[in-house]
């Protein structure tokens, strides 16, 4: 689900609104670990859009964790 | 008299969030008896390529009424605070509006609504702090939350932007809970259908996970939707974080 952007980080080719997608991604990711509540906006919790290394672009987010490939 | 206070950019990603901070300073402001405080809510500034912020680049804000002679001891307060506090690479900033000597409400406000869709400088935010008489300090890094803190008293004094942080959590036993029996919680005024249609205080409200209100005219306000199924007398339930979201 995800693409290297411009910057070599890694794009979520998901977008913003593909909560099941995002829910399965988080699963089988080692990496997870969930932001402050304040900023969850998934109902399933652990979901990349909860994730404290997702950073919010336009049209989708990066994954910001160091150990991502 | 009565005050903003907002922060911005004070984390990284492996700190304490902007909100706790924002909720110290509250805190602390409440202990010390300076004052009262209003709950903090989470304003969410523009997305853009261009601006650089750690992850969601959204603002915190609360509302104080505090009494004067403590005035510069809570600025005091909140700078050292964000000076020692504020995480590694970030680069905080402090907003303090007093609202009666506030030179014109509707710049500010106009501030804070363009800082969701624009990218703004430090200078454009200097600037208008100056014209109206408003407390703007930078502590570390570049400085530049200052735009976001700014933008935050502006969004929080228009009245109707954000999500209060934190939520009502209720005893574990209790899922169908009346609307007046809602309001008597902190930072819950109102129960608004998604169409806009004030629920009642005879209604039932059956609560999924945590409570969670946003500031709408001035009001926080918990949004519900028709419930699935109708139980114990509820027709309606609380929104989904997936819907909150665009607040």
Known sequence: MFTDNIQGKMKYIGGKNEYAAAARTADHCPNFKLDEEDEMVADQVRSCYNCRYRRWTEDSFICCNPNSV | ?247
Not at chain 2, 84 to 106: F, Q, R, Y
Not at chain 2, 118 to 137: F, N, P, R, V
Not at chain 2, 161 to 179: C, H, M, Y
Request: aromatic share 6%.
């Open chain 2, 1 to 247: 008299m009565e005050i903003l206070i907002a922060i911005d950019d004070t984390d990284n990603l492996d700190s304490k969030g902007t909100g706790e901070l924002a909720e110290e300073i509250a805190v602390t402001i409440r202990k010390r008896g300076w004052g009262n405080t209003q709950g903090v809510t989470r304003h969410q500034l523009f997305i853009h390529k261009d601006i650089p912020y750690t992850s969601h680049n959204s603002s915190m804000c609360f509302r104080a009424e505090i009494k004067p002679e403590f005035f510069e001891e809570i600025k005091q307060f909140s700078q050292e605070y964000l000076r020692k506090e504020s995480a590694d690479g970030s680069d905080p900033g402090l907003c303090i509006v007093t609202i009666h000597e506030l030179k014109n409400h509707e710049k500010l406000m106009e501030f804070g609504s363009n800082a969701k869709k624009q990218i703004i400088t430090k200078k454009e935010a200097y600037d208008l702090a100056k014209e109206l008489g408003i407390h703007l300090s930078e502590h570390g890094g570049t400085g530049q939350g200052i735009i976001g803190a700014l933008a935050g008293a502006g969004l929080r004094l228009r009245g109707s932007d954000g999500r209060f942080k934190g939520g009502i959590n209720l005893p574990k036993d209790k899922t169908s809970v009346q609307v007046k029996e809602l309001k008597n919680y902190d930072n819950l005024n109102e129960v608004m259908s998604i169409d806009g249609q004030i629920i009642n205080d005879e209604e039932y409200v059956l609560i999924n996970g945590k409570i969670k209100t946003v500031l709408l005219n001035h009001r926080a306000v918990l949004f519900v939707q028709p419930a699935e199924t109708e139980d114990e007398g509820a027709r309606w339930e609380n929104c989904s974080k997936q819907y909150l979201r665009r607040f």
